[in-house]
């Protein structure tokens, strides 16, 4: 730090370290943190949407073979993940809230718990993952669908080219989502050091509501995923 | 961001996880009712809900106090629903002549 710098520090700016010399107060710097991210997650956006697009448009074309193969997607599994995300979400919130009113504890029991959390979701993940090797509906040399009926339709079969363009979305989308669930644990594992070594105050918690708000995404995405890739057409 | 409010922020957190959970059981049950051509629409209400409660709520929107952050999330919608949109009315529409 120049030493012209260091002459213009003030009381103030010495009782609070991890304020920035180019933002006013730690409210600004806090805000400015906050906007990059949803700026981010603007982008992200974007980057799902592509993909919810893609898949809008072959279910639109191919209702019955989509409705077909998402029937052989275990429902239980992907409803019992979206409770659990919802769990997680609501650790994210208590964390931010003991960051913010300095209960170290609380936080570092909320931080756990989020990791633990979605380390469940991506072992019921794999689970299902699991079911579908073994049935053949990965996408590629192996894959067999055959004689699976339409629901609604007796006696009518879905095609496995068009089940197969299901199956392919459904890895890319979920597989994506479960990218972004590894990279959560790997910011909530940081976080939960920084939280060990006392790094937050209620002064000074940017990087947990920062991680809180992409956490809180993955889990929206995941929102959108459940009803669209596992409950096409159930009751028939 | 919160802010320092004087009051908890903690009943309405449990509020909204409560109305997480019964939405998601409320998507399960929806989706094994006959509803005709709704089925797909209720399910997409029901999860635009949640996904709304999520960002007001736990990602703080609702309360954010820069009107820049819901000018990029209203700006990242805008974007997404002109994306779906103007592909959807171009394929749907592709049959009619």
């Known amino acids: ?236 | 961001m919160t802010g320092h409010s004087q009051s908890s922020p903690l009943p309405g957190y449990f509020a909204v996880f409560i109305a997480l959970l019964v939405g998601t059981g409320l998507t399960v049950f929806a989706a094994t009712l006959d509803l005709g051509p709704f089925n797909a629409p209720v399910a997409l209400v029901i999860a635009t809900v949640k996904a709304t409660l999520v960002a007001l709520f736990f990602m703080h929107v609702y309360h954010a106090s820069e009107k820049l952050t819901k000018l990029v999330v209203l700006g990242a919608l805008f974007f997404l629903l002109l994306l779906l949109g103007l592909t959807m009315t171009d394929y749907a529409t592709r049959l009619w002549s």
């Not at chain 1, 599994?77 to 931010?96: D, K, P, Q, R």
């Not at chain 1, 909530?188 to 947990?208: D, Q, V």
């Open chain 1, 1 to 236: 730090m120049p030493n012209s710098t260091l002459v213009g520090l003030h009381h103030e700016e010495q009782n609070r370290p991890e304020l920035l010399h180019h933002f006013a107060d730690p409210e600004q710097q806090r805000d400015a943190s906050s906007l990059g991210m949803w700026v981010f997650l603007a982008t992200e956006v974007m980057f799902f949407g592509g993909l919810f697009c893609a898949y809008l448009i072959y279910r639109h074309w191919y209702f019955g073979d989509f409705a077909a193969a998402s029937k052989s997607i275990n429902m239980a599994l992907g409803a019992t993940n979206t409770a659990v995300l919802i769990c997680s979400s609501l650790t994210v919130v208590l964390a931010v809230w003991a960051a913010q009113t300095a209960r170290r504890t609380l936080l570092l029991i909320s931080l756990a718990a989020t990791m633990l959390l979605g380390a469940t979701f991506l072992g019921i993940k794999g689970i299902e993952y699991r079911d579908k090797f073994v049935e053949h509906h990965l996408p590629g040399a192996s894959f067999s669908f055959d004689h699976e009926e339409i629901p609604g339709h007796p006696g009518q079969y879905a095609s496995p080219a068009h089940a197969q363009i299901f199956f392919s979305l459904y890895f890319v989308m979920t597989g994506l989502h479960a990218l972004h669930m590894i990279i959560g644990l790997g910011i909530f594992l940081w976080l939960l050091l920084m939280a060990w070594k006392g790094r937050f105050t209620s002064e000074y918690n940017t990087p947990i509501e920062i991680g809180g708000l992409y956490w809180h995404f993955v889990d929206i995405v995941w929102i959108y995923l459940f009803p669209l890739l596992y409950l096409i057409d159930r009751h028939k």
